[in-house]
């Protein structure tokens, strides 16, 4: 038996290895990304059929077994015409690894810094007077359909202009604000809604929308509820709800600031605190 297994491993190349490491990788990265969408349920019984298939395969049910192939030759199609969103979402994900947003790459990370706490002083005051805002930070995904639905503002972000846009009173305050790069580009953009089933009764347009735009490009978007003041982000088709400042304030950092060297710079900037460059 030893000497089974000895010879066995001896024919074993290392192309051998790296064969079944990527595959292992890629069924785990599947997996993954199945559990977090709307999909898990129908994959089950995709599987549980799969099983079926091979086992009327290995016992003789003939008539089983091509009853089983001829529903999943039909299935397979049924499966990328219904889950196209989600298929295009994981794709554009890969597609997206690693890099950096071009609206982010020219610009100083002091006016990234800036930016992110003109972003953060105007979430902390819409929560406060429990203001509700939605604004949509844009990463590698345009979004020009989106822009098309609003007003084009191409300004630049102060936190006076955030509350201007989201006051009540404020013609532009129905919608989302789109921010692109370091501006305020647009406002009063209309978003998709989330087809989602399984969200809380509690959660209002505003969620449902950066819900389903995170869902369909690699947008970062920021919630605040008129009624509770809470925080909320949606980012990659996952919504992160109840946050506080310093939590948003490192995901937005996370997301702007695009380099790791430059911790010294971090270090003094953030000694005046956020209330600065408004």
Known sequence: MADKITGLLMTVKITDIIDIVIVAYLLYKLFGFIKKTRAQQLFRGVFLVI???????ILGLNLLNWLLRSLLTVGIIAVVILFQPEIRRGLEQIGRRGVIPMQFRDIGNEELYATVHKIVDSVDDFSSMKTGALMVIEGETMLSDIIETGVVVDAEMSVRLLGNIFYEGSPLHDGAVIIRGIRVYAASCVLPLTNRTTLGKNL????????????????????????????SVAQNGELKRFLDLKTLEKMLLDLYITTTDDTDFFGKFFKGGRKSGN
Request: no cysteine; charged share 15%.
């Open 204 to 231: 209002g347009t505003r969620h449902r929308a950066g819900l389903g735009l995170s869902e369909v490009s690699d947008a970062f978007v920021i919630i605040v509820s008129e009624e509770t003041g809470a925080i």
């Open 51 to 57: 099983a079926i298939f091979f086992v009327s395969q």
